[in-house]
């Protein structure tokens, strides 16, 4: 097993945050048609595997994995759909691949959040059903007691979260699929409506609706569709207790676990030193810090300090979501994962770009599923 | 056939859909007498793992760390603390609340678990992390073993 597997092909649909134009088969096929022309691959006849990443209370369906195989030239095909982030999706493709029996893998993940009419609701059908949802509580007070615990015992502060918020949002800028892009200062996220306090309004990502399909290839296949393949050196994943009673509310302890899985099969032993940018999940301001120190890009306790000494801008030291990340670019559900990987392709590519960091060799992608979940993967890539 | 531009997305055809969803839970052997105790008695029970020294509070039948089947039963005070709390603006419909929520992770001392649930009989203001707090359960005759027969944790006297 020591097939090396890269990524031949990305394409996305117009993100935006809502898209009552097009049904979510469209944007499905958008980005289908984008990213098998960008791998040079016709789906019906060189595409051996599909995976789509979905969850019926999102999409509104029962067994919504039917509903995929058309729009993504799987017809007839093997297809499977994972109840999960699209980033699991990556990884499943790559382990697909590694076993032989497939070359070319193709992994779709999309958002039609714009379509769900009662989303806290929706996402309150995730809490443990006998002892926490009939308290009828948000899904986002999850957010606030977590935000508060991570900041009283890391240190970081509500103004290094501002800080977050107007670093990403200032990147989005730059970022063509981007729909939250803003020139906003940390004093502006302070002073915006307390939500669920600590967390207030603008520390909070907005929803967003669009698709993104990757493929992936087995090297000797990459290396004859591509001259920029961009390889998959490591991959984790890992869920904690799904307790809010018995999780570690402080640290991510899911992505540590999941990055020192990563970490260790692409021999990353000092991530600050070996990884030139990090695309990784900040659906609330406070969770980039979290996960920044789970995924051991600074010391515990040090993720804020770094923010506000630039850092993790664009043209910082560690740069982190120069993509405007889900606070810039707004969250897309499931297809999350898929975006944090299509960013860090196309910067290790050099195609991002006004937005194109300056040294961008190898990258960490980081998901977290959102509240109230304890999963996350990591995905890092590499131009060798 | 018209070609006039749509500008109003409320004019774009969409289908309304309303799925309901109507399920029974099972409580589970764990859940029963756990609540059972709340209901009857107003008390708090874990359960305890020998093998890996913690009681887990809410009780449950298997230890998640060693995978043992659970049967010691242990009484936990229902005196706790907040170990943190979250003040909620806003509801589930996305409405902006009239009179906020107080919501806090209460930490009881000896086990591993605790309770998320709301706090009352305090001001937002007033609410302080390791403040100590106590459960304030529904009448005897209105309880109906359910996590709603605590009405809310307010700071203990």
């Known amino acids: 097993m020591t097939r090396r597997v890269a990524i031949v092909g990305v394409g996305y649909s117009d993100f935006r945050p809502a898209t009552p134009d097009v049904a979510f088969h469209e944007m499905m096929f958008e980005a289908a048609v984008k990213a098998y022309e960008d791998a040079g691959v016709n789906p019906r006849k060189d595409i051996d595997s599909f995976i789509a990443c979905s969850e019926d209370y999102w999409e509104g369906f029962s067994i919504f994995d039917e509903f995929v195989p058309d729009q993504l030239g799987a017809v007839l095909k093997p297809v499977c759909t994972i109840s999960a982030d699209g980033m699991y999706g990556v990884i499943n493709a790559y382990l697909q691949i590694r076993t032989g029996a497939f070359d070319i893998v193709a992994v779709e993940a999309h958002s039609k959040a714009s379509d769900i009419v009662n989303m806290w609701h929706v996402m309150a059908f995730a809490f443990d059903p006998i002892i926490n949802r009939p308290l009828k509580m948000h899904p986002y007070v999850i957010a606030g007691l977590e935000m508060m615990k991570f900041l009283k015992d890391s240190g970081n502060t509500e103004e290094h979260c501002a800080m977050v918020v107007a670093k990403n949002k200032k990147n989005a800028m730059k970022t063509p699929y981007a729909s939250y892009g803003s020139i906003i200062s940390p004093e502006d996220v302070l002073t915006s409506e307390t939500l669920f306090h600590p967390l207030k309004k603008l520390d909070a990502s907005e929803f967003v609706d669009g698709a993104v399909v990757i493929v992936l290839a087995a090297e000797e296949v990459a290396r004859k569709l591509t001259d920029t393949p961009i390889w998959i050196k490591g991959v984790g994943w890992c869920t904690d207790t799904p307790w809010l009673e018995f999780r570690d509310w402080s640290r991510a302890v899911y992505a540590e676990m999941a990055a020192e899985m990563a970490y260790k099969m692409a021999r990353i032993h000092e991530p600050a030193k070996q990884i030139d940018f990090a695309e990784i999940d900040d659906k609330f301001s406070y969770k980039e810090l979290q996960h920044m120190e789970a995924l051991r890009l600074c010391r515990k306790g040090e993720a804020g300090l770094l923010v506000e000494e630039g850092v993790t801008e664009r043209d910082g030291d560690l740069p982190v979501n120069p993509s405007g990340g889900f606070l810039g670019v707004g969250n897309p559900l499931e297809a999350g994962g898929l975006v944090k990987i299509l960013e860090a392709v196309l910067q290790l590519r050099g195609e991002a770009g006004k937005r194109q960091v300056p040294k961008a060799e190898v990258a960490v992608t980081q998901i977290w599923r959102g509240v109230p979940t304890t999963s996350g993967a990591v995905v890092v890539l590499g131009r060798e | ?157």
Request: glycine share 8%; charged share 35%; net charge neutral.
């Open chain 2, 1 to 157: 056939m018209s070609l006039e531009k749509i500008r109003d997305p409320e004019r774009m055809r969409r289908w309304p859909g309303h799925m309901e969803t109507d399920y029974v839970y099972t409580v589970g052997l764990a859940g029963e007498r756990f609540f059972r105790e709340i209901k009857d008695n107003g008390k708090f029970y874990g359960t305890r793992c020998e093998k890996c020294g913690i009681t887990y509070f809410p009780a449950r039948t298997f230890c998640e760390r060693c995978l043992s089947e659970l049967k010691e039963w242990v009484e936990v005070s229902p005196r706790g603390y907040v170990e943190m709390y979250t003040i909620a603006y806003m509801d589930l419909e996305g409405n902006k609340l009239e009179k906020p929520e107080i919501w806090a992770f209460i930490r009881f001392e000896g086990v591993f678990g605790g309770l998320v649930h709301k706090l009352g009989e305090v001001k937002p203001e007033e609410v302080k992390i390791g403040m100590v707090v106590e459960p304030v359960l529904k009448p005897k005759e209105q309880r109906e073993g359910s996590i709603t027969d605590i009405l809310y944790f307010k700071p203990a006297k």
